[in-house]
């Protein structure tokens, strides 16, 4: 699913901090690679609170590229998810929206940037906010099956904790909250047949722990 967008602003940070002067570059940076969980993909009962479903759920995996400036960071990243459970509509909503089921997946290329409060010779725990980009795939059963192509940029927030395991190697735990929304991309009710009224919404909470490797 990862395009070459996704690819180009990781990319761009890299070569921008290899370009800095030596005295003003960050003490450190970190490639890493991560799993996690996004549940409830889609929000759907967000999109129409009269809906009751039984939640989407992805499974993420992914790389962060951190660099830390004293007490400074810049994490960003690429992330992709894969379907785990498929999200279904057990009771339709009030307003004859037809959408029975739903399988969404999505890439995300994020970018925060914060605090650093490290821990004696433990770790740090890191807060801070961003933007990302999100680009999804999938299909919505409405009658009839039809693929789906969205894409949104949203804003966020980033809560993390890294623990030393070796000078080089540290262990870290993620909190995100994305909040994106993409433009209508199709008509899922009847009395709106001439416009397009559902879109994916990509906010929720995503849980990430992973192992990086300091490089500088």
Known sequence: ?????????????????????????????????????????????????????????????????????????????????????????????????????????????????????????????YMGGGIAYLLATGSVKHGTKEDISASALGYGFLCGMQLNITSFIKLYMEWEYIDARSKPMMATQPSVSTWKNMYVDFTGHRMLIGAMYYLL
């Open 1 to 125: 699913m990862l395009s070459a967008s996704l690819i180009t602003i990781p990319a761009v940070m890299l070569a921008a901090l290899l370009l800095l002067p030596a005295s003003s570059r960050a003490e450190y940076f970190g490639v890493g690679i991560h799993v996690g969980a996004h549940h409830n993909v889609g929000n759907l009962d967000s999109y129409d609170p009269t809906m009751q479903i039984k939640p989407q759920t992805d499974i993420l995996v992914g790389c962060a590229f951190k660099t830390n400036l004293k007490f400074f960071f810049i994490r960003a990243g690429i992330d992709t998810t894969f379907l785990f459970t498929k999200g279904e509509v057990l009771e339709p909503s009030t307003n004859g929206d037809t959408t029975a089921e739903y399988r969404i997946q999505y890439s995300q290329v994020p970018c925060f940037a914060g605090l650093n409060f490290p821990v004696q010779d433990i770790g740090e725990f």
